[in-house]
């Protein structure tokens, strides 16, 4: 495990040279956000206070946006998808086919030591922004509720690292993979939740999202940790989502 160790490492120093880029980064990732919060405090400006748009009312809308943006940051995959494409495409993955070291470990220790620097230098303005939104930063019900929005946390980073993995070896077969993943991202976009809570979709097409593997890389943790996914709905979705895992 040493090695891998030593590839973490080296990550972080590699990172940190640029930390001014994941900086810049956040902040700018910020206007998104306040732009989405603004829209929906629009949405409900017409509406009583106590209403509701899909089971949420405003305040749980604007929760569930914050939450969502910290979760895509501890989890979010950052151009490591390009990095092996580009590592297959000009025949740098050789060196590593002929040292005793997995590649897939290699690049998931690359992948770790990217959200570990991103986390470090985002750390500051993402506290500042949950002071802002206090008033709409919900704790979750209980402990238990807490330790499975973790587990299923944890399961959406190896989802997220490994779908970004499988697809950029599609540069084995194809010279350009970047529509490819542009269209991953495309759908992903609205299926995995980032632009609205699925709830808002027709219950068909919810229900059918539910068996593919983007619900789970954002709207399923975000959902435990507001106490919106509960009971056998829970435990069903761990399972699943734990096999998506395991396919990818």
């Given at each position: 495990?040493?090695k891998?160790?030593?590839?973490i490492?080296?990550?972080?120093?590699n990172?940190?040279?640029?930390?001014?880029?994941f900086?810049?980064?956040?902040?700018?990732?910020?206007?998104?956000?306040l732009a989405?919060?603004?829209?929906?405090?629009?949405?409900?400006?017409?509406?009583?206070?106590?209403?509701?748009?899909?089971?949420?009312?405003?305040?749980?809308?604007?929760?569930?946006?914050?939450?969502m943006?910290?979760?895509?940051?501890?989890?979010?995959?950052?151009e490591?998808?390009w990095?092996?494409a580009?590592?297959i495409?000009?025949?740098?993955?050789?060196?590593?086919?002929?040292?005793?070291?997995?590649y897939?470990?290699?690049?998931?220790?690359?992948?770790?030591?990217?959200?570990?620097?991103?986390?470090?230098?985002?750390?500051?303005?993402?506290?500042?922004?949950?002071?802002?939104?206090?008033?709409?930063?919900?704790?979750?019900?209980?402990?238990?509720?807490?330790?499975?929005?973790l587990?299923?946390l944890?399961?959406?980073?190896?989802?997220?690292?490994?779908?970004?993995?499988?697809?950029?070896?599609?540069?084995f077969?194809?010279l350009?993979?970047?529509?490819?993943?542009?269209?991953?991202?495309?759908?992903?976009?609205?299926?995995?939740?980032?632009?609205?809570?699925?709830?808002?979709?027709?219950?068909?097409?919810?229900?059918?999202?539910?068996?593919?593997?983007?619900?789970?890389?954002?709207?399923?943790?975000?959902?435990?940790?507001?106490?919106?996914?509960t009971?056998?709905?829970?435990?069903?979705?761990?399972v699943m989502?734990?096999?998506?895992?395991?396919?990818?």
């Open positions: 495990m040493n891998y160790w030593h590839v490492g080296v990550g972080v120093q990172n940190l040279t640029y930390r001014f880029n900086l810049a980064r956040t902040l700018f990732g910020f206007i998104p956000l989405v919060v603004f829209l929906w405090r629009t949405i409900f400006a017409d509406k009583a206070a106590d209403a509701t748009v899909a089971t949420f009312t405003l305040a749980e809308m604007t929760s569930y946006y914050l939450i943006t910290i979760a895509d940051a501890l989890t979010a995959v950052n490591d998808d990095q092996i580009a590592d495409k000009d025949g740098n993955i050789s060196q590593f086919l002929l040292k005793p070291v997995d897939l470990c290699f690049r998931f220790c690359l992948y770790l030591s990217g959200r570990l620097t991103y986390i470090a230098v985002a750390a500051l303005p993402i506290g500042l922004l949950i002071f802002c939104l206090r008033d709409y930063f919900g704790l979750p019900a209980d402990g238990l509720t807490f330790g499975l929005f587990v299923s944890i399961m959406t980073a190896l989802l997220q690292f490994l779908l970004s993995y499988t697809m950029a070896m599609l540069a077969w194809v350009e993979v970047s529509t490819f993943i542009f269209m991953l991202y495309a759908f992903e976009y609205i299926a995995s939740g980032h632009m609205f809570p699925l709830d808002i979709l027709p219950p068909v097409v919810k229900q059918a999202l539910y068996f593919t593997p983007f619900p789970y890389q954002l709207y399923f943790p975000v959902g435990v940790y507001m106490g919106k996914i009971g056998p709905v829970l435990v069903r979705g761990l989502q734990s096999g998506w895992v395991v396919v990818a």
